[in-house]
């Protein structure tokens, strides 16, 4: 399975844009980027997820390479609700597991 | 609506002690799972059911056992655990079931489990 690296934390200014990459060089055909936020003690709130095109939803917006080794979520305007630890996660097409990093804890600084 | 509701929030048993915690979603989702997630760490996926049946047991110790009596409600019976038991235990659910890279796993907002 595909293993990612994140940065260990990032620091961010209150309305700029937050820029959290990761690393999935060994990212398979089949395999899906996901991200996951955890605010401390909560559960792992649901991201984004792509697998070779970007993404945008309501949240984020996902860019992927186009060799699909690196990833990178933006938070347009990143608000002090978004400090919390952000997972970057490769799932493979066949079964139930989420192979998750170390995850990237982001603080947003007013 | 994508809520998963847990109980209890916290949890405090001692070693003897017989407890469960409970999961629930509304959402028609098929497949459900068991996380333990320990401080500073991601979460451990122990369990996976799938339309109600036990599909995955990431050799989980006999002392969690889990139950699905339908496929809104999902339990973990706890007996005769240790103190490095002691962790957060997080239920999801997805819609399919299927393990397909489609298939999102949502999640609750966990149970704090101390043993003593």
């Known amino acids: 399975d595909a293993k990612t690296t994140q940065p260990p934390s990032m620091d961010c200014a209150e309305g700029r844009a937050a820029n959290l990459p990761c690393n999935h060089s060994t990212i398979s055909g089949n395999e899906y980027v996901y991200w996951y936020r955890q605010i401390h003690s909560q559960g792992p709130q649901y991201i984004i997820h792509?697998?070779?095109?970007?993404e945008t939803n309501e949240m984020a917006s996902l860019i992927i390479t186009e060799d699909r080794k690196s990833s990178t979520l933006i938070l347009p305007h990143a608000t002090l609700r978004d400090t919390a630890v952000y997972y970057c996660?490769?799932?493979?097409?066949?079964?139930?597991?989420?192979?998750w990093g170390a995850g990237t804890k982001l603080i947003i600084k007013p | 609506d994508t809520e998963v509701t847990q109980t209890p929030k916290h949890l405090v048993m001692g070693m003897t002690n017989k407890k469960s915690l409970k999961c629930e979603q509304h959402?028609?989702?098929?497949?459900m799972y068991w996380y333990k997630q320990k401080a500073k760490k991601p979460p451990e996926l122990m369990f996976v059911y799938s339309y109600e049946k036990l599909s995955i047991n990431e050799s989980v110790p006999s002392r969690f056992s889990p139950e699905c009596p339908n496929s809104s409600l999902l339990n973990l019976h706890l007996h005769a655990l240790q103190p490095e038991d002691s962790a957060l235990y997080l239920c999801a659910s997805s819609q399919v079931g299927s393990g397909r890279g489609t298939d999102t796993q949502y999640f609750g907002p966990g149970t704090r489990l101390t043993v003593l």
């Open positions: 996660i490769v799932k493979t097409d066949s079964n139930y597991q989420l192979i």
């Open positions: 959402m028609g989702h098929r497949a």
């Open positions: 792509g697998l070779k095109n970007n």
